[in-house]
Nanobody, 111 residues
């Protein structure tokens, strides 16, 4: 059984930073690629970033240079460090591995 649990969301001011965590319960986590996605109200779910089992990271154009994805294999956790946040980053953020999704965590960027 694979379970994902996001945390770290909240209200942050424009220009601020936030770090999201995704704790994953699964066997062979070290071999798993993990992605972050987000969905704003009334919009389609959007891919944000992903990290391979070997630590190779890729980013969507809208977050490149501002967000950093990383993983801690000892803790079975993937992080999303977000900086220079904008109001348009407001969304529910989800992590995903294989066909499994977490429940999401809300990030609101507003003054």
């Amino acid at each position: 059984q694979v379970q994902l649990a996001e945390s770290g969301g909240g209200l942050v001011q424009p220009g601020g930073s936030q770090r999201l965590s995704c704790a994953i319960s699964m066997t062979d986590f070290r071999r798993a690629a993990v992605g972050w996605y987000r969905q704003a109200p009334g919009k389609r779910r959007e891919w944000v970033a992903s990290i391979s089992a070997t630590g190779i990271a890729n980013y969507g154009d809208s977050v490149k240079g501002r967000f950093t994805i990383s993983r801690d294999d000892a803790e079975n956790t993937v992080y999303l460090q977000m900086t220079s946040l904008k109001p348009e980053d407001t969304a529910v953020y989800y992590c995903k591995t294989g066909l499994h999704w977490g429940q999401g965590t809300q990030v609101t960027v507003s003054s």
